[in-house]
C-alpha cells in the first residue's frame, strides 16, 4: 500500500476491534500503565485508539498521546 496513511486508518479499525476484546491485551494495558506508576508526564507516541493513554488519564496521569492516523485518537 503506497499511501502510509490509508495503512494506519485500516489498520486502526481492525486492531480496535480485535484488541478491545482481547482480555491479553487488556493485561499488556494494565502491566504498562503499573509499570509507568512513578511516572506523572507521559508521552504516548503511537497511541493508536489510546487504550494505554485512557489507562493512565483514569489513573490521573498528565498523558500527551499521538498517532500518525487522527482517526486513532478518539
Known amino acids: 500500500?503506497?499511501?502510509?496513511?490509508?495503512f494506519w486508518e485500516r489498520y486502526m479499525k481492525s486492531y480496535d476491534t480485535i484488541m478491545s476484546a482481547y482480555t491479553k491485551h487488556r493485561?499488556?494495558?494494565l502491566g504498562h500503565a503499573s509499570a509507568l506508576q512513578n511516572c506523572h508526564r507521559?508521552?504516548?507516541?503511537?497511541?493508536?485508539?489510546g487504550h494505554l493513554a485512557k489507562e493512565l488519564l483514569d489513573r490521573e496521569h498528565?498523558?500527551?498521546?499521538?498517532?500518525?492516523?487522527?482517526?486513532?485518537?478518539?
Open 1 to 6: 500500500m503506497a499511501n502510509t496513511t490509508e
Open 42 to 49: 507521559i508521552l504516548d507516541s503511537g497511541c493508536g485508539p
Open 27 to 29: 493485561e499488556l494495558v
Open 62 to 74: 498528565e498523558v500527551y498521546a499521538l498517532d500518525i492516523n487522527s482517526e486513532a485518537i478518539r
